[in-house]
């Protein structure tokens, strides 16, 4: 069985940073690329940041870029998502998820697309 587990959520003022980590666990998992997303109440869960295991290929949201940074390290099956210049509306949710097989570039954003998702971690971006 598949485990994703984040951490590193809190409350932050607007303009701080903070690392959010997801270690996967599990005798058999491997995965092509890792994600993150977030969500607020009453929306839809949106596409953060993506990146493949083999380091060769990340995406971001245009929110993001430029202030977020999703690296991954293989031998302890993480993925991190740096989170410098927050604002309040960055305050959501954010859940890592995996992608198991190989997907175009373009869908390393799309929700639907990956397998295996944690439980979440909240961040809270004040003013």
């Known amino acids: 069985q598949v485990q994703l587990v984040e951490s590193g959520g809190g409350l932050v003022q607007a303009g701080g940073s903070l690392r959010l980590s997801c270690a996967a666990s599990?005798?058999?998992?491997?995965?092509?690329?890792m994600g993150w997303f977030r969500q607020t109440p009453g929306k839809e869960r949106e596409f953060v940041a993506a990146a493949t295991w083999s380091g060769g290929i990340t995406v971001y949201a245009d929110s993001v870029k430029g202030r977020f940074t999703i690296s991954t390290a293989n031998a302890k099956k993480t993925v991190y998502l740096q989170m410098n210049s927050l604002k309040p509306e960055d305050t959501a949710v954010y859940y890592c998820?995996?992608?198991?097989?190989?997907?175009?570039?373009?869908?390393?954003?799309?929700?639907?697309?990956?397998?295996?998702w944690g439980q979440g971690t909240q961040v809270t971006v004040s003013s």
């Open positions: 998820a995996a992608r198991v097989n190989g997907i175009l570039v373009r869908d390393l954003s799309s929700t639907y697309l990956y397998d295996y």
């Open positions: 599990g005798r058999t998992f491997s995965s092509y690329a």
